[in-house]
């Protein structure tokens, strides 16, 4: 079953700052570097949401709010995702995912908590 999975989440200070990454195959093994990619985050008692996608060439945008704390980069000979998210503050506090974009669901992996404490 082809999945995407999660690392580098962890709990920080508020002002901190963390680098998500993301690695996986697509269905019938293809790798990554063959989609567009976003990453998305579900906060407890929230709906998940997108904050950003990158395309096969590394174009990216992201959720208007997000701009300029947050930066998705893509290492396409290395299979890897990327998400920096800087000055981080307790709003930010999520389950964080990659899939591609838009989403597919039956590739959703078990995503990476990230806490941001006050």
């Known amino acids: 079953q082809a999945q995407f999975v999660e690392s580098g989440g962890g709990l920080v200070q508020a002002g901190g700052s963390l680098r998500l990454s993301c690695t996986g195959s697509?269905?019938?093994?293809?790798?990554?570097?063959?989609?567009?990619l976003g990453w998305y985050r579900q906060a407890p008692g929230k709906q998940r949401e997108w904050l950003a996608m990158?395309?096969?060439?590394?174009?990216?945008n992201y959720e208007r709010s997000l701009e300029g704390r947050f930066a998705v980069s893509r290492d396409n000979a290395n299979n890897i995702l990327y998400l920096e998210m800087n000055n981080l503050n307790p709003d930010d506090t999520a389950v964080y995912y990659c899939?591609?974009?838009?989403?597919?669901?039956?590739?959703w992996g078990p995503g990476t908590q990230v806490t941001v404490s006050s």
């Open positions: 899939n591609t974009w838009p989403s597919d669901d039956s590739m």
């Open positions: 990158i395309t096969k060439l590394g174009t990216a």
């Open positions: 697509g269905s019938g093994g293809t790798p990554i570097s063959r989609f567009v």
